[in-house]
């Protein structure tokens, strides 16, 4: 059994169903193949935070790009994607966090954000409770915000099959055929064959796994995190509320009133795997209440598990490969939801048109990984 698709995308999450997206609009016929349902991976376990703020020129300006997407996607879906610009506040409690947030603060001004420096009396009043104790102050963007992950999801996958390309989810893809360096399509788990030109890797945490498929290797290891819910409470803060310390969080209201937040484990934890653990509970909860002390009243109502996939400097790979029709968009490092607009856009310009947007070196797949995001 044999069908014939203009390209194949391994991977339903937010950079599959966008690239999948976009690629529709420009006129291909697509099929993207997702092994359990869409937003199973990183996407639907991730806290739905997008912010602007970050650390390289090629960054900001990816996340401009897709800041402008998630403005306007109530017009483009036809339904609210809950959508708020609360912004995101970065807390500095040493000089030299400070420092290497006033280091970039130059660059993200000349490349249009509107972020500035604040007091520790300046972020009190931004978030109302704030334990100042140790504060050197922070870096404030109003622009910054958060949307609701699977209305994403969803409006991106309405486009899709509506543009008469498909998206198939509990299918997976068992090899990638490459004759001559040439790519030729995927053999799914049930034993039909796509033949398709083009095959983009956007599966995350297994992006490893579905290169080794065509022969690439690639710098993407997978790395666990955990996160939390509350119940419902009323609007008490604005901004996604960011502590970089090594015992630091971060977490947002989101417009439902719910907080939602979680913290990177030192040392890292790698693997893929989704349970929750009482350990994070706990600490989640003392780091959280720490920061605003009345947050300790919140009732949890629930916690997950869930997988970053990491590159050794915390950019993502959005390239061709070696494999001429391969292509990768994966190691996001944590920030895949707030960039799948724009790879979307992007990648599907480099493969209709073979174009990159601007200067694509972080983002390319020989590049020499010694650059670290700051602001990670």
């Known amino acids: 059994m044999e069908k014939h698709f203009d390209a194949v995308i391994v991977g339903g999450g937010i950079i599959g169903v966008s690239v999948g997206y976009h690629l529709t609009k420009k006129g291909l016929k ?21 912010r602007m703020q970050f650390s390289t020129e090629s960054s900001i300006k990816l996340m401009k790009e897709s800041m402008s997407h998630f403005i306007n996607m109530e017009q483009e879906f036809g339904f609210p994607v809950e959508f708020l610009a609360g912004g995101y506040l970065f807390l500095a409690h040493s000089k030299e966090k400070l420092n290497a947030f006033r280091s970039v603060l130059k660059l993200q001004n000349k490349l249009g954000l509107n972020v500035k420096e604040l007091t520790s009396e300046e972020c009190l009043e931004l978030v109302p409770g704030l334990n100042t104790d140790g504060l050197k102050g922070g870096v404030y963007s109003p622009d910054d915000g958060q949307a609701y992950p699977f209305k994403v999801l969803r409006g991106y996958i309405n486009g899709i099959r509506t543009g008469g390309s498909e998206v198939r989810t509990f299918t997976e893809v068992k090899g990638i055929k490459v004759v001559n360096g040439v790519v030729s399509g995927v053999e799914l788990g049930n ?20 290169g080794l498929m065509a022969g690439v ?17 009323d609007h008490m803060f604005d901004p996604m509320v960011v ?11 989101m417009v439902t009133g719910q907080i939602i937040g979680c913290y990177t484990p030192v040392p890292n934890k790698p693997g893929k795997q989704t349970s929750s653990s009482s350990e994070f509970l706990l600490e989640m909860s003392k780091r959280t209440s720490r920061l605003i002390p009345k947050l300790g009243d919140l009732d949890v109502l629930r916690h997950w598990g869930g997988s970053y996939s990491m590159t050794p400097d915390g950019s993502p790979i959005i390239d061709k490969t070696g494999v001429e029709g391969f292509y990768v968009a994966a190691g996001m490092s944590g920030h895949g939801f707030m960039f799948g607009p724009a790879i979307g856009k992007y990648l599907s310009q480099l493969i209709t048109e073979g174009t990159y947007p601007f200067d694509w070196d972080e983002f390319r797949l ?3 990984f010694s650059r670290k995001e700051i602001m990670k």
């Open 30 to 50: 697509v099929v993207v193949i997702e092994k359990k349902y869409s937003g199973s991976g990183s996407t639907g376990r991730c806290i739905g935070g997008i």
């Open 191 to 210: 034993g039909e064959f796509i033949d398709s030109p083009v095959v983009i890797n956007a599966a995350g945490p297994w992006a490893t796994e579905v």
């Open 243 to 253: 502590d970089y310390r090594s015992d630091g969080c971060y977490f947002q209201q």
């Open 217 to 233: 290797e690639l710098p993407i290891f997978p790395e666990e995190h955990e996160a939390l819910i509350s119940c419902r409470y």
């Open 366 to 368: 020989d590049r020499d």
